[in-house]
């Protein structure tokens, strides 16, 4: 196992930092409308979607671009949430932050998730549009515009993946390789639209064997 593939999953900045993220892109709603009448929606912090952006992140990437950009001592998730809170702060600091901080429980560490989620977004907007200076971002971020509009499109992506997909079904095996996992339970997701599960093959009749007895005629030269 490389130094950094645990280091996002353990750290509790970074796990916050995610937590907020993944929060911001899908709303906590808990029931909308549907041709199945109301149907429950389930929150993407309390099905732990963040733990499963950390999860890629920091097991997408192979050994020799890790070294490239410089993450032999840390993780790209780790580095990720450095990013958004440096952008976060940015954003507090140059009073683009529309909404007030609750300064009692506020925390320099990790000022992405005291915002609201429609300055979260701002964040967001912010670094994908490069509105900063890039020599202030942490490594692997600085100077790089390149890879920050990558990773803004990531994070939305792997966000929705972790979440329509059977990640927390995994229960205790999510974090192993995927090879390794096994569900042990229906996700809600299933459960709504009555699928029945993985099927791993059945016996059954595939037809009729026909058999047709060669035919070979003599011919006197």
């Given at each position: 196992m490389r130094t950094g593939d645990n280091i996002g999953i353990l750290d509790l900045q970074t796990r916050t930092t995610f937590r907020a993220l993944v929060q911001m892109i899908i709303?906590?709603?808990?029931?909308?409308?549907s041709t199945r009448g109301a149907v429950q929606v389930e929150d993407a912090?309390?099905?732990k979607v963040y733990e499963y952006v950390i999860w890629t992140l920091d097991h997408s990437l192979?050994?020799?671009?890790?070294?490239?950009?410089?993450?032999?001592?840390?993780s790209m998730s780790t580095a990720t949430a450095r990013l958004l809170n440096t952008a976060a702060a940015y954003l507090i600091q140059s009073g683009q932050a529309k909404c007030p901080l609750d300064m009692r429980v506020f925390t320099k560490r990790t000022p992405f998730t005291y915002l609201s989620r429609s300055d979260r977004l701002r964040v967001i907007t912010l670094l994908d549009c490069l509105d900063i200076n890039l020599a202030s971002l942490p490594t692997p971020y600085t100077n790089n515009p390149g890879l920050i509009r990558n990773m803004m499109d990531v994070l939305?992506?792997?966000?929705?993946?972790?979440?329509y997909s059977e990640w927390t079904a995994y229960g205790t095996t999510r974090f192993l390789p995927p090879d390794n996992r096994r569900l042990e339970?229906?996700?809600i997701g299933w459960c709504q639209s009555n699928y029945p599960g993985v099927a791993f093959g059945y016996?059954?009749?595939?037809?009729?064997?026909?058999?047709?007895?060669?035919?070979?005629?003599?011919?006197n030269g």
């Open positions: 709303q906590p709603i808990e029931y909308i409308a912090v309390l099905v192979a050994y020799t671009t890790e070294e490239q950009l410089n993450l032999n001592n840390s939305n992506q792997l966000t929705l993946f972790g979440y339970y229906f996700p016996r059954d009749l595939r037809g009729f064997l026909l058999k047709y007895p060669h035919k070979r005629s003599d011919h």
